[in-house]
């Protein structure tokens, strides 16, 4: 089993990574000293271990439709009537979607109730369910209602991903192929529990050195802003890691368009992302107006359209010209 810690002081926790990592939940709900359980789950139930505590079982549906408040609404009155306190627990186990709405109900409910997240998405386990972010979709946009809300340990079982379609695989791989840009190194070729700890760790010294994004934990965003945009105007029908990984290949021609990156590097970009059996170009039917009125919307934004772009000194916040943006979402389409 591996071990990678995330360090913030009292709030400091572990994502257990490996085969069976499932197996250490009973032990971990009885280290919180929770009398009792909710657990969220968008798989079978019975692939969890008994908790030992009386538990309220959830069923939950992954997928950005369900990724909205009427959704953390629901949970929480279901945690009300089922007399959860602060002293107790909730369990979330699926992916992305799952991880998100339930850590968020997590932190909303009697200001706050631990969370202990069992995610079972490739990208879940790389990304969604390691850093404390929660948030749900508004009609305006992608994640603008959320919380930062750690969770008390997080359990990567590796054994659930045997069971994912490739689609998964690949949604996942989006968000590994743009670590390879933010300080991950080679991860091609390496064997998915290695590249699964790898994001891992790069995440946890991350949040560890910025937990509240106020800064270095931007780089995270690598790829995301158009990628954002994208399942948007996809209306969802392109995931998130498959959005991320055009945005990935994106981000590089930016940076090559802005001087800021050689030839060789902008083309780097695109042999990782489609390495990964990703996408590497933007459908021809999206109008780029559009994708650029999307951009504007992302949290991130400040005056104008903002990026996290590789340059001389690594990737940093880049403010950008709408006119440069649209010249190159041009040059990507299929």
Not at 119 to 135: E, I, N
Request: a negative charge.
């Amino acid at each position: 089993m591996n071990e990678v810690e995330v360090a913030l002081g009292e709030r400091s926790y572990s994502v257990h990574i490996g085969p069976g990592a499932r197996s250490l939940l009973p032990g971990i709900v009885a280290g919180l000293g929770a009398r009792r359980a909710a657990v969220v789950s968008a798989r079978p139930i019975e692939w969890l271990p008994d908790l030992g505590v009386p538990t309220l079982e959830l069923p939950f549906r992954d997928g950005e439709q369900d990724k909205r408040l009427t959704q953390v609404e629901r949970l929480c009155r279901r945690f009300a009537r089922f007399g959860l306190t602060r002293s107790d627990v909730v369990v979330s186990c699926g992916g992305g979607t799952t991880t998100d709405v339930a850590g968020l109900a997590a932190a909303l409910y009697h200001r706050g109730v631990p969370v202990v997240h069992l995610p079972t998405s490739l990208l879940a386990q790389v990304d969604a369910s390691v850093g404390g972010k929660t948030a749900v979709n508004l009609p305006e946009g992608k994640n603008l209602v959320g919380a930062f809300w750690q969770p008390g340990a997080v359990l990567c079982d590796t054994d659930f991903l045997e069971t994912l379609p490739r689609r998964d695989w690949l949604n996942g791989y989006g968000e590994i192929a743009r670590c390879h840009f933010i300080g991950a190194g080679e991860l091609r070729g390496l064997p998915v529990l290695d590249q699964i700890v790898a994001s891992v760790t790069l995440k946890a010294s991350l949040v560890a050195a910025d937990e509240y994004d106020r800064g270095l934990r931007h780089l995270l965003n690598y790829g995301h802003t158009l990628g954002h945009a994208l399942e948007r105007a996809t209306d969802f029908g392109l995931r998130h890691g498959e959005a991320v990984g055009i945005g990935t290949v994106f981000a590089g021609r930016l940076a090559g368009a802005l001087d800021r990156i050689g030839r060789a590097r902008v083309d780097e970009h695109a042999e990782v992302v489609s390495g990964y059996g990703l996408a590497t170009a933007v459908p021809a039917e999206l109008d780029p107006a559009r994708l650029v009125a999307l951009m504007r919307s992302d949290k991130k934004a400040r005056d104008g359209l903002t990026f996290v772009l590789d340059g001389p000194h690594g990737p940093e916040l880049v403010e950008v010209p709408e006119a440069v943006v649209l010249d190159v979402l041009l040059t990507m389409r299929e």
